[in-house]
């Protein structure tokens, strides 16, 4: 998707000015996500959307091995994964990154309770 520039409206050049540059300002935010890439982020067992349903999060790769995924095999949501592990997960399986910040206020309460290993 190519993002047009819009033009600064409120830009206003100087009467003196012989520069005839065109002042524009560039949008740079993420292009919004097409319904293609959207659809890569579904679980691959039971198909739900985990974006929205705001399960992301980074096991270890053993763990994600275990559960017989593919480093980039797409994505799984934390009832699949724990269906292929056979157990529940455990604050130890995930990744100590950016992704998996506890603070962060959207993530499903079911990965968070499996983040901070309450049950409640
Ligand atoms: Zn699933």
New binding site residues.
Partial sequence: MITLPSFVGRYRKPANDIDDTLYMRVDFSPAPMSMNELAKTN??????A?LPLNEWYMVQDSVWKAAGMEPDGGC??I??LEERLGRMLTPDDFMDCKLNDLNKSDASSRLLKRLTGKAT
């Avoid at 679980?43 to 739900?48: A, L, S, Y």
């Fill in positions: 679980c691959v067992d039971c198909r739900w985990t799984l949501c009832g699949c």
